[in-house]
């Protein structure tokens, strides 16, 4: 780990070793029968020590020391008594290596239904290599499971957390209020399918920063009914960069608004900000959107509006699509396109996109000025601009 690692999470174990140990309950896993074997299913340990904590009326911590410990599955529901529940990792939670453990299983590790919960530190190993593999030779597989699911819940804090090689999403926050993600690390491989990095859906006031997410899909990707959300100091690469989307797979769908990617690093990326919607009538959209301060290293599509959506091209909707995408503002982008056309906007013909603003932005293709592609889209531009507007 990088001494700048180290350092935080060295802050984190003295912050609350020293203070929100020292307040409430605490419990230790390993003192409730928990071996850091990594064999020795921990989850009947875990389970005890969310009971007492989640029945307690005052503070409490689930401790888990230094050291490997295999978790079966674990589901923590609320409401609980008290709304201050720290989990405090210093060691590894791992997944079963067998595909078929959680095959019948939407998340691994989820927590529901709380309000006032915090998770620092430490790191949660999907085991995930094996689905992946299955997966590529074509065969019959289970979908597979979310490392770390947040549902219906509300005022949470995820500090420092690492999760490695997901089976599918790694981070799923879904249907919930107050959410701060801060100094997260997600690592799977480039090609694993289907790892989002962090899944916002349904949720309001969420804000991710300071993160590093390598993964071999969207390092972030926003569902319908997504408000306030902000990210900030986000590195991600490998991946397919932050997507909006995909939007209008249902007639009925809530929308997305006040979304903002400041100060942000794509690295290799399939994409860089997208914001893509199925090819068929729906009511969603997308508005209230700001990108800044955004620099691309050899980003395959940097600037991306795809209402055509429709991965590997197969069963394809080929309608219009009826999400209405208007108020985007791109602004302060550099960097380097890895292909000729740096900034596309396939917008709907049904319902052209509006209000997009570009402001201040150089990109390069093998030394040279890229191209921009417009279609049905409207908006305006200022500064310098590299690609020029093909904007209507």
């Not at 071996?35 to 307690?56: H, I, L, R, V």
């Not at 915090?118 to 190993?125: F, L, P």
């Not at 960097?335 to 013909?349: H, K, L, R, Y």
Request: hydrophobic residues 35%; aromatic residues 8%; charged residues 10%.
């Amino acid at each position: 780990m990088p001494l700048v690692g180290n350092l935080h999470l060295l802050f984190l174990l003295f912050l609350f070793l020293n203070h929100g140990l020292a307040a409430g309950s605490t419990f230790n896993i390993v003192s409730l029968g928990a071996k850091a074997d990594g064999m020795t299913d921990a989850s009947p340990a875990f389970q005890e020590a969310w009971a007492n904590a989640c029945g307690s009326s005052e503070p409490a911590t689930i401790y888990v020391p230094n050291g490997a410990f295999y978790v079966h599955s674990g589901n923590f529901t609320g409401p609980c008594k008290n709304n201050a529940i720290t989990i405090l990792i210093n060691g590894t939670l791992m997944a079963s290596s067998n595909i078929q453990v959680l095959a019948q299983s939407q998340a691994w590790i989820a927590f529901r239904h709380i309000n006032g919960l915090s998770i620092y530190g430490g790191v949660i190993d999907g085991q995930g290599m094996g689905l992946w593999n299955c997966k590529h030779s074509g065969q019959s597989c289970p979908d597979g499971a979310t490392s770390l699911e947040i549902f219906d819940s509300q005022n949470v804090n995820v500090n420092g957390l690492s999760s490695v090689n997901s089976q599918m999403f790694n981070i799923v926050v879904y249907g919930c209020q107050n959410v701060q993600i801060q100094g997260v690390n997600v690592s799977s491989a480039s090609d694993s399918p289907n790892t989002d990095g962090i899944h916002v859906q349904q949720s309001l006031n969420v804000n991710i920063s300071n993160s590093n997410i390598g993964t071999g899909d969207d390092c972030i990707s926003i569902g319908p009914g997504t408000t306030n959300l902000w990210m900030e100091n986000i590195n991600c690469g490998p991946g397919h960069g932050i997507s909006i989307g995909s939007l209008g797979k249902q007639a009925e769908e809530a929308g997305v608004q006040n979304v903002t990617v400041t100060t942000a690093t794509f690295r290799g990326t399939q994409n860089g900000v997208r914001i893509k919607s199925w090819g068929r009538p729906s009511d969603g959209f997308a508005t209230k959107i700001l990108f800044q301060h955004i620099l691309f290293y050899n980003v395959s599509n940097p600037i991306f509006i795809d209402q055509n959506y429709c991965p590997h091209q197969q069963s394809c909707p080929g309608q219009a699509s009826g999400v209405k995408i208007s108020d985007v503002t791109y602004q302060d982008i550099n960097g380097t396109s890895a292909t000729e056309v740096a900034i596309n906007f396939d917008c709907s013909p049904s319902n052209p996109c509006t209000g997009i603003h570009l402001e201040d932005i150089n990109l390069n293709y093998n030394d040279q000025i890229p191209q921009a592609s417009c279609e049905n889209a409207q908006g305006t531009a200022s500064g310098p601009l590299q690609p020029r507007s093909c904007l209507a």
